[in-house]
């Protein structure tokens, strides 16, 4: 229209053509194409490109006189990043997740898949998804990693772990029997139970059935020290390193603040929490034939030429297990995708399927307790089982109709597995290099006989303490308002650390009380009713 005082400036807009695809994990740019969120704001200054100063004169009417040579514009022109992302794999996995996450009316989820030898991150996927090209029209919580920036207690998911560890350091074998209690233990003024009561079980079949109180009694031969070393070594309680911006390192408590009923908790999952991705990592160690490695996001940096600037390489973090106690712990979890498993749906037709189901409680944050409604269904499995290639963790939070991750989740495992093996050419294993599925044939030449596990580790309740007015009184089990008022009766004035109820003071009930005594207690959410519940197997009506 040639208005008087109008133009047109041209500019430029980043464009995501393949829209919500690794949204969260991509980030974005501002207006002035600068990285705001995700790898877009981590690697700005190599995708920008660097800055030159450009020196010169001017002459008398103010023309720029240049004096000295220009520099070459592949100097400081912008590079590539190139992903450890299977874009194929991640469609089926953001796909898959989506599908089940409607399925269930759940709250959200979380999908992972990792290269178990070299730590590559093939897939990392969360709902709900988000758009880059219209960031504008989502929250800053729908921005963020969710693989990576949320936390949550691990539950069944954890006891392969746990298995891997008593097997390394030989409390245990795969044919140690363990008396089960027929699915329901006291510690002290609290109540453990199984979802399916059993008399006695093998270490390898506490994996298969998900048995809560055999994984505490597991924990009871390594002791607290010994397990907790192990938790750490497995990569809980710090950050994987992944480079993703607001990467949480979860939590778990040092072994002299857990209660008995702490301990028993951690045995099978709960009380500590961790990120998707540090759950994946640990246990991809096992398939890894007990190596953990670094998780990688990132392959290389290429300039335009496509010659290679920078490049990463598979990092070792450690060794935490051997390789023996490794494939053992391996060939329990292969029993729990066979018949009277809890995760018979995540089978493969063609495959050994090595996983675990996991339903992990969640603490509701009004009430501050351990809530029965919501929950965090789970199926985390690698295959082949005998040459494990790749590890793949599906997780619903907060489903409703059912919440057994063998059920919510195990479907969506399967697609992104199958997807997974096919893209990398995988072949089947002839069946007599195939692990024999068989509880009563260990897959070891040295075959230990099967053991009663001893009375010493057979949880019994504390014993009752008597108050006395020279004596530290207890203040178990109490709430925190009760529990300093107690504290005040006799002149003490608690540090208080956690909340819910009481599980562990310092100094304990019944010392001496005197001028220079310093009362701390730890509290945790722990409720009367069960502390956790397990997926029945399949084949049992729920």
């Not at 580790?457 to 009752?464: C, G, H, L, M, R």
Request: one cysteine or more; aromatic letters at 8%; charged letters at 25%.
């Amino acid at each position: 229209l040639k208005l008087r005082g109008v133009g047109i400036t041209p500019e430029s807009k980043r464009f995501y053509p393949l829209r919500e695809r690794a949204g969260q994990l991509l980030g974005f740019v501002g207006i002035d194409g600068k990285g705001l969120e995700g790898l877009e704001r981590r690697f700005n200054a190599d995708l920008s490109g660097g800055e030159y100063a450009l020196k010169g004169y001017r002459d008398a009417r103010g023309r720029t006189l240049m004096t000295d040579s220009t520099p070459e514009f592949n100097e400081f022109e912008g590079k590539s990043v190139v992903l450890t992302i299977d874009e194929r794999i991640q469609a089926v996995a953001e796909r898959s997740l989506k599908r089940q996450v409607e399925e269930f009316n759940a709250k959200g989820g979380y999908a992972i898949a990792v290269d178990v030898k070299t730590g590559e991150i093939l897939a990392m996927a969360n709902t709900p998804s988000f758009d880059p090209n219209r960031f504008g029209s989502f929250t800053s919580a729908d921005w963020r990693m969710r693989n990576v920036t949320d936390t949550f207690e691990p539950g069944s998911t954890f006891k392969p772990m746990l298995l891997a560890a008593a097997l390394e350091e030989k409390t245990v074998n795969l044919n140690t029997r363990i008396d089960c209690e027929k699915g329901r233990i006291k510690i002290g003024r609290y109540t453990i139970r199984d979802s399916h009561p059993s008399d006695i079980l093998t270490a390898a079949e506490t994996i298969k059935e998900s048995s809560n109180i055999c994984s505490y009694k597991i924990a009871q031969t390594l002791g607290r020290e010994r397990f907790y070393k192990y938790i750490k070594a497995f990569g809980f309680g710090r950050s994987t390193g992944v480079g993703v911006r607001g990467e949480q390192p979860g939590l778990v408590w040092p072994p002299d603040r857990w209660a008995e009923v702490s301990f028993a908790n951690i045995a099978f999952g709960q009380g500590l929490t961790s990120t998707p991705l540090q759950v994946t990592m640990g246990l991809s160690a096992l398939a890894n034939g007990g190596k953990l490695m670094k998780p990688r996001l990132i392959k290389k940096i290429v300039d335009k030429e496509g010659n290679v600037v920078s490049e990463t390489k598979p990092q070792l973090v450690r060794q935490v297990v051997s390789a023996d106690a490794a494939r053992k712990a391996t060939w329990a979890m292969s029993l729990v995708t066979t018949e009277g498993g809890t995760g018979t749906r995540a089978a493969l037709e063609h495959f050994t399927v090595a996983g675990k189901t996991g339903t992990a409680q969640k603490v509701n944050p009004e009430t501050r307790r351990y809530d029965p409604h919501m929950w965090v269904a789970s199926f985390v499995g690698f295959a082949p089982a005998e040459d494990p290639e790749v590890i793949v963790a599906v997780m619903v939070d907060e489903p409703r109709g059912s919440h057994y991750g063998g059920v919510v989740s195990a479907p969506a495992f399967v697609d992104i597995m199958t997807q997974a093996l096919a893209l990398r050419g995988t072949m089947p294993l002839p069946e007599n290099e195939r692990f024999k599925l068989d509880v009563e044939e260990e897959p070891d030449q040295d075959k230990p006989e099967s053991i009663e596990l001893d009375e010493q580790y057979i949880a019994a309740a504390p014993e009752v303490i008597e108050d006395t007015p020279d004596t530290v009184p207890n203040l178990q089990g109490l709430s925190l308002r009760k529990a300093i008022l107690k504290a005040r009766e006799w002149g003490l004035t608690p540090k208080v650390e956690g909340w819910g109820r009481v599980v562990s003071q310092h100094p304990t009930p019944g010392s001496e009380l005197t001028d220079e005594t310093e009362l701390s207690v730890v509290l945790s959410p722990a409720t009367k009713q069960s502390l956790m519940a397990e997926e029945p197997s399949m084949g049992t009506k729920q």
